[in-house]
């Protein structure tokens, strides 16, 4: 799949959350060896959602809590499953994010 992708900074992370889509998606969670699940994309859509109408990035807690709409008290390992390596690292890149500056990332 050859996807035109959007500039990005050093660390990977899109420059211009605008020019996300679903393809950069793709190719992004490829680039972190997950392949995305439905679960994944929900988190994606959420965190897409809450970014569109507050202008600023969901901490992983918002997260965490709209996962527990499904997976109540496991909500938190759930999201650890889908993103292994972190929620900024992955989670906040595959939805085409600009990398968070410092906060938690618990």
């Known amino acids: 799949m050859s996807t035109d992708m959007p500039e990005r900074d050093a660390e990977g992370y899109l420059t211009e959350p605008e020019n996300w889509n679903e393809d950069v998606a793709q190719a992004l969670a490829q680039e972190e060896n997950i392949q995305l699940s439905d ?3 929900d988190t994606i859509r959420f965190m897409r959602d809450y970014f569109e109408e507050h202008q600023v990035i969901a901490d992983a807690r918002f997260v ?7 997976y109540g008290k496991d909500a938190q390992k759930k999201l650890f499953e889908l993103y292994p390596y972190g929620y900024v690292k992955q ?16």
């Open 64 to 70: 965490i809590k709209h996962l527990a709409e499904r």
């Open 39 to 41: 679960d994944h994309w």
């Open 91 to 106: 989670a906040c890149k595959i939805a085409g994010m600009r990398r968070p500056r410092a906060w938690s990332t618990g």
